[in-house]
């Protein structure tokens, strides 16, 4: 079974809801069967790369809130993000543009598959929303981070040099996600049946889950019963008869 997962580094609901997935994949009898991959999708995809700014003021002026209101909000997303066991620095963090991050977590798929997309992706959210180190308009922090998740540092820093690497993948996920309906994130798809928007508690996930699971079409046989085709398994592969 595959689940898709749409987000953004810079969305705070998308680390959380990450958590929160992950907590009820870890309790799933299949897990194991399991794909997760990770999609791109930007909620700022028109700022431009290195145009910064504060997360506070930024919200404050959003959503016509004073700045105390603003700095509550962040603590109460502080405290969700406790509850599922991870850190969060409610004041001093920055946003910006995400696009070269998406690409890098393209980069880290192809070359370590699922597993190494999941840590890069995960050290890029820790680095944004509890270290006080921007991830922002700074190459070497993200290339150090594509290296601490196990990938080749000069190669990303290729890909990073190149703006058009993995670009199209980029896009490519980004038509995808509103062809399905998404408009904002973390969405998860699960084998492209079932959805879940929001970074819903652990028990919707593992509902979810089951459901999806339960929901597997069997595989049906083109073939008339009793008529195996030539072809080869674990003890050889079958011998064409004579003529």
Known sequence: MRVEIWSD?????CYVGKARFEKALKAFPHQDAVEVIHRSFELDPNRPKGDTAAVIPMLAQKYGMTEDQAKDAERRLGDNAAAEG????????DHGNTFDMHRLLHFAKEQGGQAAQDRLIGAFYTANFAE??????????????????????????????????????????EREAAELG???????VLDRKFGVSGAQPAE???QAL???WGAR?????????????DACGPDGCAVPPRD
């Open 210 to 212: 089951e459901q999806a």
């Open 9 to 13: 580094i810079a969305c705070p609901w």
């Open 217 to 229: 079409s069997p595989l049906t046989v083109l073939a008339e019963e009793g008529a195996d085709g």
């Open 132 to 173: 006080e180190r921007s991830v922002f308009d700074d190459d070497e922090r993200l290339i150090a981070l594509a290296a601490d998740a196990g990938l080749d540092a000069a190669a990303a820093r290729g890909v990073l040099a190149d703006p058009d690497a993995y670009a199209d993948a980029v896009r490519a996920d």
């Open 86 to 93: 991870l850190a969060y620095r409610t004041e001093g963090r």
């Open 204 to 206: 919707v996930f593992t």
């Open 182 to 188: 998404a408009n904002g994130v973390p969405f998860f």
